[in-house]
C-alpha cells in the first residue's frame, strides 16, 4: 500500500511540473522565443567580452608593476636621466591606458546591466501575453 501511494504521489508530481513547464512555455510563441534566446546570448558575450578585458587589465597592471620595479633598481643602479625619463614616460603611458581600460569595463558593464534588464522586461511581457 506504502509502495503504491509512494508511486501514486510521485506520478501526481512528475504530471503536475510537465503541465506547469508545458503551459510556461505554450505561451511564448516561436518568434518571441527566439528574440529571448538572442537576448540571452548577447548578455553571455557581453560577459564573455567583460571578463577578457578584466583579465587583459590584469596583465596590464602586472607589466606595469613590473615595469616599476624596473624603474626603482635603474635608479638604484645610476642609470642616465634619459633612461629614467623614458621609464616614467612608460609608466604614466601604461597607467593612463589602464584607466580608460577600466572606464570603458564600466560602460560595458552599464550596458549589460541594461540588456538584462531588457530582457527581463521582455520575458515578464510575453508571460502576460
Same mark, same amino acid.
Given at each position: 500500500?506504502?509502495?503504491?501511494? /509512494?508511486?501514486? *504521489? *510521485?506520478?501526481?508530481?512528475? *504530471? ?23 537576448? /540571452? ?9 567583460i571578463r577578457a578585458d578584466r583579465r587583459d587589465i590584469h596583465g596590464d597592471v602586472v607589466d606595469r608593476r613590473g615595469d616599476v ?14 633612461? *629614467? /625619463? ?5 609608466? /604614466? ?37
Amino acid at each position: 500500500m506504502k509502495i503504491l501511494f /509512494r508511486s501514486a *504521489l *510521485l506520478l501526481g508530481v512528475l *504530471l503536475a511540473v510537465t503541465a506547469v513547464t508545458a503551459t510556461a512555455q505554450g505561451n511564448i510563441n516561436r518568434w518571441e522565443r527566439r528574440e529571448l534566446r538572442a537576448d /540571452r546570448h548577447e548578455v553571455r558575450a557581453d560577459t564573455r567580452d567583460i571578463r577578457a578585458d578584466r583579465r587583459d587589465i590584469h596583465g596590464d597592471v602586472v607589466d606595469r608593476r613590473g615595469d616599476v620595479r624596473e624603474l626603482r633598481q635603474d635608479r638604484r643602479e645610476g642609470a642616465s636621466q634619459k633612461e *629614467l /625619463r623614458a621609464d616614467r614616460r612608460e609608466i /604614466r603611458s601604461d597607467t593612463g591606458d589602464i584607466r580608460h581600460d577600466r572606464r570603458d569595463i564600466r560602460g560595458d558593464l552599464r550596458d549589460r546591466r541594461g540588456d538584462i534588464r531588457d530582457y527581463h522586461q521582455d520575458q515578464r511581457r510575453d508571460r502576460r501575453n
